[in-house]
């Protein structure tokens, strides 16, 4: 068990494009089954934070201990096995693959062959499951992606603007879905539809210009989004 | 031209089209996996080829020669995707060809020094004519026409329904998110790399009873082999079978027409199909660049 049941704490993160830096000291921390939210504008560096913890994204220095260990400089496939899942913004599955195949590829990384947790929080997928990546919806998509990262029993899951281009009743789903989903995981995602933030999220950090302006911990700011003056 | 005539082009073109197949399948999955022109392929092709001519010379067994040559480039692309691929894996295509051509280059001057210069002849192994439609033409053609059938099969079993299969088939459209699940994309690249190597030998190991054995046989056929996987599509089986199919019988029947049109034909079907479908005939659209 973690100290203090924090499984995620980034320390001093910075990272960059070439010259141009685009994270200044990145400090934050993940207790075991939180969910955190990270909000900012387009630009901030939230994607390049996230990816620079999955190892996705090679950072220029800082430390990212999870599940207390160091795991900086280790490749993205080894983050994944250990447990801390990255789910893209772009809603890209594997699109010449079937639901299934998609599955089976995440099985096969995990060890994990046992999908009746996918089908718990996302039934549809079960009728869905030769249908091909290309022919899904965009909540459909997001279903699968979220469906493959949780085999496995990922300890984190890094989730990036997971209701962009989601239609309204879908959103309300993944609130649920997400509540859900932090009995076994904690969760951090990145967003900017606040009002998703706001029902899903129980601690939020506000990151400006790459840059961490503010941790907003007050669950009545955090509901009526007062935290957007930050952005 | 006469029944006879079209026959024997017919399957001549066919048997062009099985080594071609061979040869430009690991090209368009190097290309869709990993994103690398690896025209060190070319000279897997040449080694192929000439391991089997010397073991054929030493021991007079065709077979043995077939595995040997297998066997040594799979032993040289090991080395060469350590040594130069795994440094440049993340960079930009044209990396890969500039070194994959200094690395052919390289290995063709060393095929001079130990083979020297002069035609090889191999004997094919299997002799005897087949009557086709009453036109005799030599069963070895046949034989590597069914082998490249074989080989496009196995291949296909192997991309649609095993698991690394589907591993390669995920990482042609997104190699990222393949990493993202948990999976070691570079073993993934190792084995294709070495798929690609293998098919190489054996194409330049079933050509050799019907060309003679040359240090530049596998430059003489770049042009050829690049025309079929661009015709084909980038990254797709299917199309480089169909492409091929279509090259070898545009070479064959071309040089019976005229022999100049041999050369121009498939350069000309290249650039129609590509003003028609820029991905190629069954590039596919959501390979990302």
Same mark, same amino acid.
């Given at each position: 068990?973690?100290k203090?049941?924090?499984?995620?704490?980034?320390t001093?993160?910075?990272?960059?494009?070439g010259?141009?830096?685009?994270?200044?000291?990145?400090?934050l921390?993940?207790?075991?089954?939180?969910?955190?939210?990270?909000?900012?504008?387009?630009?901030?560096?939230?994607?390049?934070m996230?990816?620079?913890?999955?190892?996705?994204?090679?950072?220029?220095?800082?430390s990212?201990?999870?599940?207390?260990?160091?795991?900086?400089?280790?490749?993205p496939?080894?983050?994944a096995?250990?447990?801390?899942?990255?789910?893209?913004?772009?809603k890209?599955?594997?699109?010449?693959l079937?639901v299934?195949?998609?599955l089976?590829?995440?099985?096969?990384?995990t060890?994990?062959?046992?999908?009746?947790?996918?089908?718990?929080?996302?039934?549809k997928?079960?009728?869905?499951?030769?249908r091909k990546?290309?022919y899904l919806?965009?909540?459909?998509?997001?279903?699968?992606?979220?469906?493959?990262?949780?085999?496995g029993?990922?300890?984190?899951?890094?989730?990036?603007?997971p209701?962009?281009?989601?239609?309204?009743?879908?959103?309300?789903?993944?609130?649920?879905?997400?509540?859900?989903?932090?009995?076994?995981?904690?969760?951090i995602?990145?967003?900017q539809?606040?009002?998703f933030?706001s029902?899903?999220a129980?601690?939020?950090?506000?990151?400006?210009?790459?840059?961490?302006?503010?941790?907003?911990?007050?669950?009545?700011?955090?509901?009526?989004?007062?935290?957007s003056?930050y952005l | 031209?006469?029944?006879?005539l079209?026959?024997s082009?017919f399957?001549?073109?066919?048997?062009?089209?099985?080594?071609y197949?061979?040869l430009?399948?690991?090209?368009s999955l190097?290309y869709g996996?990993?994103?690398?022109?690896?025209?060190?392929?070319?000279?897997y092709?040449?080694?192929?080829?000439?391991m089997?001519?010397t073991?054929?010379?030493?021991?007079?067994?065709?077979w043995?020669?077939?595995?040997?040559? *297998? #066997?040594?480039?799979? /032993?040289?692309? %090991?080395? =060469?995707e350590?040594?130069?691929? @795994?440094r &440049?894996?993340?960079?930009s295509?044209?990396?890969?060809?500039?070194l994959?051509?200094g690395?052919?280059?390289?290995?063709v001057?060393?095929i001079?020094?130990?083979?020297?210069?002069?035609p090889?002849?191999?004997k094919?192994?299997?002799?005897?004519?087949?009557n086709?439609?009453?036109?005799?033409?030599?069963g070895?053609?046949i034989?590597? *026409? #069914?082998?490249?059938? /074989?080989?496009? %099969?196995? =291949?296909?079993?192997f991309?649609? @329904?095993t &698991?690394?299969?589907t591993?390669?088939?995920?990482?042609?459209?997104?190699a990222?998110?393949?990493?993202?699940?948990?999976?070691?994309?570079?073993?993934?690249f190792?084995?294709?790399f070495?798929?690609?190597t293998?098919?190489?030998?054996?194409?330049?190991?079933?050509?050799?009873p019907?060309?003679?054995?040359?240090?530049?046989?596998?430059m003489?056929i770049?042009a050829?082999a690049?025309?079929?996987?661009?015709?084909?599509?980038l990254g797709?089986?299917?199309?480089?079978?169909?492409?091929?199919?279509?090259?070898?019988?545009?070479?064959?029947?071309?040089?019976?027409?005229?022999?100049?049109?041999?050369?121009?034909?498939p350069?000309?079907?290249?650039?129609?199909?590509?003003?028609i479908?820029?991905?190629?005939?069954?590039?596919?659209k959501?390979?990302?660049?």
């Open positions: 068990m973690p203090n049941n924090t499984i995620l704490e980034v001093n993160l910075n990272a960059a494009y010259q141009s830096k685009v994270i200044f000291d990145i400090n921390n993940v207790k075991l089954n939180e969910r955190v939210a990270i909000v900012g504008r387009n630009g901030a560096g939230k994607t390049t996230l990816k620079c913890i999955a190892g996705l994204l090679k950072a220029s220095s800082g990212v201990i999870y599940d207390g260990m160091e795991i900086m400089g280790k490749a496939f080894e983050v096995k250990m447990g801390l899942k990255y789910i893209d913004q772009d890209e599955v594997f699109l010449d079937t299934r195949e998609n089976q590829l995440s099985s096969y990384a060890g994990d062959y046992n999908w009746d947790r996918v089908f718990e929080h996302f039934p997928l079960k009728i869905l499951l030769d990546g290309a919806s965009g909540g459909e998509r997001q279903m699968l992606m979220i469906g493959r990262a949780i085999l029993d990922p300890k984190v899951l890094l989730i990036d603007e209701t962009e281009g989601l239609a309204p009743s879908i959103v309300n789903d993944l609130v649920t879905t997400f509540h859900d989903l932090s009995k076994d995981s904690a969760i995602i990145v967003g539809n606040l009002s933030v029902r899903v129980q601690r939020i950090y506000a990151v400006k210009e790459g840059r961490m302006i503010a941790e907003i911990r007050d669950k009545e700011e955090i509901k009526e989004a007062t935290y003056r | 031209m006469n029944a006879h079209i026959i082009a399957v001549l073109g066919l048997s062009m089209s099985g080594v197949f061979l430009t399948v690991g090209l190097c996996l990993m994103r690398i022109i690896s025209l060190d392929q070319f000279l092709y040449s080694v192929g080829a000439y089997t001519y073991i054929v010379a030493v021991t007079g067994n065709f043995l020669g077939l595995l040997a040559g *297998i #066997l040594t480039t799979i /032993l040289i692309a %090991l080395f =060469v350590k040594i130069v691929y @795994k &440049i894996y993340e960079k295509v044209m990396f890969s060809m500039i994959s051509f690395v052919n280059l390289m290995g001057g060393l001079k020094y130990i083979w020297g210069l002069e090889k002849p191999v094919a192994p299997i002799g005897g004519n087949l086709i439609f009453g036109t005799e033409v030599p070895y053609r034989f590597v *026409i #069914l082998l490249a059938a /074989l080989v496009y %099969l196995a =291949v296909c079993y991309l649609n @329904k &698991i690394l299969g591993a390669i088939r995920a990482g042609i459209d997104d990222e998110k393949v990493e993202a699940l948990g999976i070691n994309i570079y073993k993934l190792t084995l294709t070495l798929l690609a293998s098919l190489s030998a054996l194409a330049g190991a079933i050509h050799t019907m060309v003679m054995v040359v240090p530049d046989m596998g003489n770049i050829f690049f025309m079929v996987v661009i015709i084909g599509g797709s089986i299917k199309g480089t079978l169909i492409s091929s199919l279509l090259v070898g019988q545009v070479v064959s029947f071309g040089s019976l027409i005229w022999a100049p049109l041999a050369d121009m034909a350069f000309m079907i290249m650039i129609i199909i590509l003003l479908k820029p991905t190629g005939l069954y590039g596919s959501y390979m990302k660049r």
